[in-house]
């Protein structure tokens, strides 16, 4: 009965194809690889034709999606080669590491021991963060050096991963002394009681493998391959003498009743150079698969792929580019004492030769080839939750593809198809997957949506973890929706989740928002909860027409809205401070845009009326009441007269500065076309300033500066050339306008700070 420990590095290209060799010559009757038991299900279905790697099998807890792991694959992994070979002949393959339920466990236990320490201290979500950490070092103690680091050292490697990369990825020998080899290197290692970062955790994924390994020589089986990480092999060698120490071993391990899901996902090239399952990264995945699919005349064909993404870029690369960057590649190896060309070389011959010496565009070649683009394939009949089902089934009919490139799509809802793409891309925004963001578009008119999509396999996560709200998108968006509306006493929250609903033609659902949103009306007193909510509803009004929806209903609540806060906004203006009445104030500006946006003459009526009342109400901070007298003013609420009264008053000599300066912000916020047209309040903001003393005008440079710097850089140009010109002369003529009565000597001082506040230098 002969038990074959083949030693592999995870992803690596010369292990995958040592081990297929390998494998062909031992005709195993049976193939373990490293992996926890709850993916062996579907790790037979490795070999099916519709699953094109790179893909990743996701392995999570049943109750809790978000606490899972994931074991990715290239067409190179050595496991993914071992499996496939067992596919292929029809022999059992099975996972043989710790099983992840005991896993999820002992991680669950590290958690429980942070949050008991940050319970000790202060209990905040920073402190638990940092006593995870800190428990998990204890219980992990990291070795500060990595075993394979003792031979790069005494070979001028710069570290261990570039000297296995030499030894064992790219050196061409026969498989069983390439495997041989790896077991004396790591023998050796663990002999001299070298040890692994992870040696704490790796006595009970041992003993749980050599277990297992015993379970199936139990079973009979006469040829057993199995395929695990090189630091793992020696372990692996000793079954007999180590029965009794493994079942204490096991015994001391967490009991866990956690169920466990394990199901393949897409995965990228890019995901692959992340430490994450087996836990060893690939740098270049680009560059393995192609050595993977080449195997011969590697470096020039690799050359050549090269010069064909720049040429594609519209950059000239000749073939004497291609002949003299492998010339030059092969010439570094050799005076590196290498006996084949790696990548370093190759970047380095590229760098010089085809870039020449711009580091820019060897970016690119990492981009495209050294890491690529690639995206895998899953089945259709693989088993998945049904979310994730109703998900895919979404992309298929609606024409869409995942992609971790990113690609706009630009919708007409007019158009069946796009409108119902809207529809989907808003339900996925109300489950807070990050697939699609909504972007700007150029096109005017509420028929218009632009939206672009990027896909990484990580939100794949995030969807299973919504499986339990419901069996397709639609449901889950409804029940979330419901859910955040049953749990809020904000009429704006409300508002906002209608905003949501409407364009997800999550129809059901608008009858129970209004619902509430009438039952909170009747009873709420908060004015700024108020005001938030109507322009979420007047904004909603636009999908009307183009959704096909009925707001009748909304409109009579909006209306209500707006008289509640034409009644009670005067009184919540009452005695605030700077930070709540520049709250306020943008509140005022959306409630007002939204009036007019609503078009009902009844109601612009009595908004004005309100803000009248606004306007001569004591203890109201200059800012809101700056902001009322423009309003009025652009509205034409105000007569002349009234007008130039109102800004005179406001900006007397005889005021407080900093009120002063307070009511000019607010009255100028948004747009400064009225200095540079309106002479009369030109010459009194000028007086004004003409007027402070030298002390007070630094003081008030800040807030000065913070109302002038909202208008647009052609504004402040132009109200700095008017600067220059001092007061103007009214009934004179453009060109003579300005009075020449100018204090020479105080414009020399004062002009030099106005530029700087106007941003004008």
Known sequence: MAVHILGIRHHGVGSAINVEQQLSQIKPDIILVEGPPEITEVLCVIGNKGLKPPVSIMVYNSEDPKESTFYPFAEYSPEWVAARYASLNKIPVMAIDLPASISFAKRKILIEKAEKKAEEQENSEENIKESIQEVENQENEK??????????????????????????????????????????????????????????????????????????????????????????????????????????????????????????????????????????GIVSPGWY????????????????????????????????????????????????????VSLSELNEAVLSVMCMGDSILLELVREKMIVGNKLGEVPEDIPKVPLQEDFEQNLKSLR????????????????EIDLNRSIFFHRMEILEIPWQTRTHNRTKGTFKES?????????????????????????????????????????????????????????????????????????????????????????????GDVRKSDLSILNLIVQQLFVKVFIGLPNACYGLDEDNSNNMFSLISKLNNS?????????????????????????????????????????????????????????????????????????????????????????????????????????????????????????????????????????????????????IKRAEEILPVIKELLGTI
Not at 165 to 179: A, G, I, T
Not at 231 to 240: R, S
Not at 321 to 336: C, D, G, Q, T, W
Not at 481 to 500: D, F, M, P, W, Y
Request: hydrophobic residues 40%.
């Open 143 to 280: 070795i500060s050096r990595e075993p394979l680091s003792y031979f790069a050292e005494i070979s001028g490697f710069k570290d261990g991963e570039e000297w296995w990369e030499y030894h064992f990825e790219s050196e061409k020998k026969d498989p069983s002394d390439h495997f041989e080899g790896i077991m004396h290197v790591m023998d050796a290692l663990r002999s001299e009681g070298v040890q692994s970062a992870l040696d704490e955790e790796n006595i009970g994924r041992e003993a749980y493998m050599r277990t297992l390994i015993r379970q199936v020589q139990n079973e009979m089986y006469q040829n057993i391959v199995v395929v695990c990480g090189a630091w793992h092999a020696p372990a692996l060698k000793e079954l007999d003498k180590t029965s009794k120490k493994d079942a204490a071993v096991l015994k001391s391990l967490p009991k866990s009743k956690i169920k466990i899901t394990s199901t393949w996902i897409p995965w990228t090239n890019s995901r692959l150079s992340m430490f994450s399952g087996y836990g060893a």
């Open 289 to 340: 698969e192609h050595q993977w699919n080449v195997k011969k005349n590697v470096e020039i064909t690799w050359l050549t792929k090269v010069a064909d993404t720049f040429r594609n870029k519209n950059i000239d690369i000749s073939t004497a580019h291609v002949i003299e960057a492998f010339n030059l590649s092969r010439s570094l190896a050799i005076l590196r004492n290498k006996y084949c």
């Open 400 to 415: 869409l593809k995942l992609s971790e490139i990113q690609k706009q799509y630009d919708l007409d809802l007019r158009k």
């Open 451 to 543: 939206w672009i999509t990027e896909w990484s396999p990580d939100l794949m996560v995030n969807l299973i973890d919504k499986a339990f709200l419901g069996n397709t998108i639609e449901v889950a968006a409804k029940a979330i929706v419901l859910g955040k509306c049953s749990e809020t006493n904000k009429i704006s929250e409300v508002a906002r989740l209608i905003q949501l609903s409407i364009p997800s033609a999550l129809f059901e659902n608008i009858n129970i928002l209004l619902d509430k949103i009438n039952d909170l009306s009747a009873i709420s007193a908060d004015i700024v909860d108020l005001m938030s909510a109507i322009p979420q509803l007047v904004d909603v009004s636009r999908y």
């Open 595 to 743: 009036v007019r946006l609503y078009e009902e003459q009844a109601i612009q009526e009595q908004w004005y009326d309100t803000l009248h009342k606004l306007i001569d109400k004591a203890g109201v901070h200059p800012i809101i009441l700056g902001c009322v007298c423009r309003l009025l003013l652009d509205a034409q609420e105000l007569t002349t007269e009234e007008a130039d009264k109102r800004i005179s008053f406001a900006l007397s000599v005889a005021n407080d500065p900093f009120q002063v300066a307070a009511w000019i912000e607010g009255f100028l916020r948004g747009n400064g076309m009225i200095l540079i047209y309106d002479n009369k309040l030109w010459n009194l903001l000028y007086s004004w300033v003409s007027s402070l003393q030298d002390n007070v005008f630094i003081e008030l440079l800040a807030l000065l500066r913070r109302a002038f710097s909202k208008f647009e850089y052609g504004e402040r140009r132009q109200i700095g050339e008017k600067a220059k010109k001092g007061l103007v002369i009214e009934g004179a003529s453009n060109s003579s306008s300005f009075s020449v009565n100018i204090d």
